[in-house]
């Protein structure tokens, strides 16, 4: 069946750069897009970019300076890089496969931006 | 990027109301928009998608409407499993964009 799992630090200083990976079961991501999504503590859901099944990406374009997502089809595996965290990017940071009709998403993975 | 507007933010509602969540882009976005619902500390599941299509699954009391920049999101007879929160994503160009969401509570 179709899985998507985040894993990375928890605990990440400012200044830093974040990386999470989101390993994927079920689907290959040469055949299908990847999708970062990421939610504040109590706050809304932010679209952050796409890598497309054929392997170039779309961003946000509040997030396109500081942001990059690249992959590993062999181990599918999708990458999100962030540099120049901020305490704002505290996040629970999700995958999801596809760029739209997201069915499938990752139980997501906290990330505190400790100053 | 396009900008996704929900309103209200929260709304107050009874057990067996018919409820109606709107959501405005920016610009026209030829239907292209889905509707995610969120239980705390849940990932977001797809309830519609394409404007007014029903994903596998999801209880027929929920139906989706619009074009152009208008949206809405219906709960005909409003249930207490429903009383969470609301999102709407555009994906018709650039980069998608989430709605700020809309907060069911009961009244």
């Known amino acids: 069946q179709v899985q998507l799992k985040e894993s990375g630090p928890g605990l990440v200083q400012s200044s830093q750069t974040l990386s999470l990976t989101c390993t994927v079961s079920g689907f290959s991501v040469t055949s299908y897009h990847v999708s970062w999504v990421r939610q504040p503590p109590g706050k809304g859901l932010e679209w952050m970019g796409v890598i497309w099944s054929g392997g170039t990406t779309l961003y946000n374009s509040l997030l396109k300076s500081r942001l990059s997502i690249t992959r590993d089809t062999s181990k599918s595996q999708v990458f999100l890089k962030m540099n120049s965290l901020q305490t704002e990017d505290t996040a629970t940071y999700y995958c999801?496969?596809?760029?739209?009709?997201?069915?499938?998403w990752g139980q997501g993975v906290m990330v505190t931006v400790s100053s | 990027d396009i900008q996704m507007t929900q309103s209200p933010p929260v709304l107050s509602a009874s057990v067996g109301d018919r409820v109606t969540l709107s959501c405005k882009a920016s610009q026209n976005i030829k239907k292209n928009l889905d509707w995610y619902q969120q239980k705390h500390g849940e990932a977001p599941k797809l309830l519609i998608y394409y404007t007014n299509n029903l994903q596998t699954g999801i209880s027929s009391r929920f139906s989706g409407s619009g074009s152009g920049t208008d949206y809405t999101l219906t709960i005909s007879s409003l249930q207490p499993e429903d009383v969470v929160t609301y999102y709407c994503y555009q994906y018709n160009s650039g980069p998608g964009t989430f709605g700020g969401g809309t907060r069911l509570e009961l009244k």
């Open positions: 999801a496969r596809g760029f739209y009709e997201f069915k499938y």
